[in-house]
């Protein structure tokens, strides 16, 4: 028999779970697998077929249980409990039993991956708020299925730094931490999914071991004593050919070739992004002329809007068109003041707040007229001013 509190095995599964999956094809997908001896570690296992999940509850018990249930089933069943949980096998089923309830699942007899038997070689530690950090890339990745080689989290780790980049064709997003990291520089790509995964997983508190049991095979252990969190994920990385060199070659080429700099608060700019997908439009355009940052709208049938942002523009006077969606995706990965470095309308559009940068590719908006004419000084002919 089995005994917990049903709040760790609540908490337990709710992290587990996310790397279960029904598939029609594959049973297991869909299941969860307990494993405990008596010394007193139950650990709960998913796979998915890209991830493997494993977490692990203390647990007061008499005897050494090894068993497959419907992962989906178990977590619904147990969200319905409180207090002290009991579990036992009779036969072919699960019983788990609360102060007043008494359910019973059957067992399946399906073969399940499992982490804790493979040698890991640590590569790094660091905080759940630094990989968090590291996380703001992610929405920068690539969704195209033709693009494999962008749908990826690309970490490198060296003795001192940790990088994160992501990107899409049309934008890139990059994040730099310090770290104490492995003294050979080491570079994965993991899985889009299995990188989002881990982030909804991670929190401000924890603290992330991240090891290798292979070449292409990497480990993530989240810990967090305060409330008893004891979660493992591992993955089999992506194709390595991410073109880091190339997104780091177009970051300084944009940051060396800026003529103009706008310093905005990230509010003001959000505000403003709103404002142009009210006008039913995703094209941006952002101008700096004479010390002053401003923003708009392309015209359409609904009208046009037009803002003065929350900042200053330094630099030569400069423009460009862009995409809000791109726009936003930055903007919120930003908070407090961020910089806009515009090189020209044709060339990326530079994003920066603290260890955050992003890149955009401009519009090319052949067509669309500059929306602060007043800014464009009035043209005097010589007679005129003569006969003035």
């Known amino acids: 028999m089995i005994t917990l509190q049903q709040d760790l095995l609540n908490a337990a599964l709710n992290a587990v779970t996310r790397a279960s999956t029904k598939?029609?094809?594959?049973?297991?997908?869909?299941?969860?697998?307990l494993d405990v001896n008596t010394d007193g570690i139950l650990?709960?296992?998913c796979f998915n077929g890209e991830t493997a999940a494993r977490s692990s509850v203390n647990v007061d018990c008499s005897e050494d249980l090894s068993i497959c249930v419907d992962a989906a089933t178990l977590k619904a069943v147990i969200e319905t409990l409180s207090g002290e949980i009991k579990l036992t096998v009779e036969q072919n089923a699960l019983i788990i039993q609360g102060a007043s309830n008494r359910t019973t699942l059957r067992i399946v007899d399906e073969p399940l991956p499992i982490i804790g038997v493979e040698s890991i070689q640590n590569i790094a530690t660091l905080s759940g708020n630094i990989f968090r950090s590291l996380a703001r890339v992610?929405?920068?990745?690539?969704?195209?299925?033709?693009?494999?080689?962008?749908?990826?989290?690309?970490?490198?780790?060296d003795a001192e730094t940790l990088t994160a980049q992501t990107a899409d064709g049309y934008s890139a997003g990059h994040v730099r931490e310090c770290i104490v990291g492995p003294a050979e520089q080491t570079s994965v790509s993991l899985p889009l999914s299995f990188a989002r995964l881990l982030s909804t997983l991670v929190d401000d508190r924890d603290t992330v071991r991240i090891g290798t049991s292979g070449s292409n095979r990497y480990i993530f252990h989240i810990a967090n004593s305060e409330v008893s969190k004891d979660l493992t994920l591992a993955t089999v990385t992506a194709d390595g050919n991410f073109p880091s060199a190339?997104?780091?070659?177009?970051?300084d080429e944009a940051r060396k070739n800026a003529i103009a700099i706008l310093h905005v608060q990230q509010p003001s700019l959000m505000q403003s992004i709103r404002m142009v997908n009210a006008m039913?439009?995703?094209?941006?355009?952002?101008?700096?002329v004479n010390g002053v940052a401003k923003i708009a709208s392309a015209e359409t049938e609904t009208g046009?809007?037009?803002?003065?942002?929350?900042g200053t523009a330094s630099g030569e006077d400069a423009q460009a068109w862009l995409s809000a969606t791109f726009l936003k995706r930055a903007a919120e990965a930003c908070r407090g003041e961020l910089m806009i470095r515009i090189t020209d309308g044709t060339k990326p559009i530079l994003i920066e707040a603290g260890n955050f940068t992003a890149v955009i590719m401009p519009m090319l908006a052949e067509g669309h007229k500059d929306p602060f004419p007043e800014d464009e000084a009035i043209t005097i002919s010589l007679p005129e001013m003569a006969m003035a």
Do not use: C, E
């Open 23 to 33: 598939s029609a094809l594959m049973a297991a997908f869909s299941l969860v697998r």
């Open 43 to 45: 650990h709960l296992s």
């Open 138 to 157: 992610l929405p920068f990745a690539s969704i195209d299925d033709s693009r494999a080689v962008l749908q990826v989290l690309h970490l490198t780790l």
């Open 246 to 251: 190339q997104i780091m070659t177009l970051l």
């Open 280 to 288: 039913g439009t995703q094209s941006t355009f952002i101008k700096a």
């Open 304 to 310: 046009q809007g037009r803002n003065t942002l929350d």
